[in-house]
């Protein structure tokens, strides 16, 4: 009744949402060798210009750690949200994560703040990334590289 206690369906959206408010930027563009160079795979970043976090993608949610959340979508593609460069070492405590492994979120949903007053008094960068980290499934993605508010449809993400 009155859908109470209704699970969630994964959508598949191949949409891709701005994760949080500020501009969009290519991944080679960022300050650390590992996003861009495409060690980890391709993506885009995003330049943060708010605190409020919210999923790039509709997707099943497979890692929650403090300064990252992993996502993999309805097509397998699996989605790295990384907040900040080098933020693993604050040991997640700037981060208020608001959601558990296996939530399923649908694209703009809020997952979760951050305190980048923390970040940036450990001399870290507020950079944040989405990484498709089985880029070989990947068949093309396109993003709009400009100023966005959180939540709004960036891009496209297409699997092979």
């Not at 993608?57 to 699996?78: M, N």
């Not at 989605?79 to 693993?88: E, F, K, Q, S």
């Amino acid at each position: 009744m009155f859908g109470l206690g209704k699970k969630k369906e994964l959508q598949d959206d191949k949409a891709l949402y701005a994760p949080i408010s500020g501009e969009v930027i290519e991944i080679s563009a960022v300050h650390d060798p590992v996003f861009s160079k495409k060690i980890m795979g391709d993506g885009f970043a995003v330049e943060p210009a708010g605190n409020k976090i919210y999923s790039p993608v509709a997707s099943t949610v497979t890692l929650v750690q403090g300064h990252a959340v992993g996502f993999t979508r309805a097509d397998g593609l699996e989605v790295l949200l990384h907040i900040g460069i080098d933020t693993v070492s604050l040991n997640g405590s700037p981060f208020k994560l608001k959601v558990k492994v296996g939530d399923i979120v649908n694209g703009g949903d809020e997952v979760g703040s951050v305190d980048w007053t923390e970040v940036e008094a450990a001399g870290l960068e507020k950079t944040t990334m989405v990484i498709f980290t089985n880029s070989d499934k990947l068949d093309s993605f396109d993003v709009r590289y400009e100023k966005v508010e959180a939540k709004e449809i960036v891009g496209k993400a297409q699997t092979k």
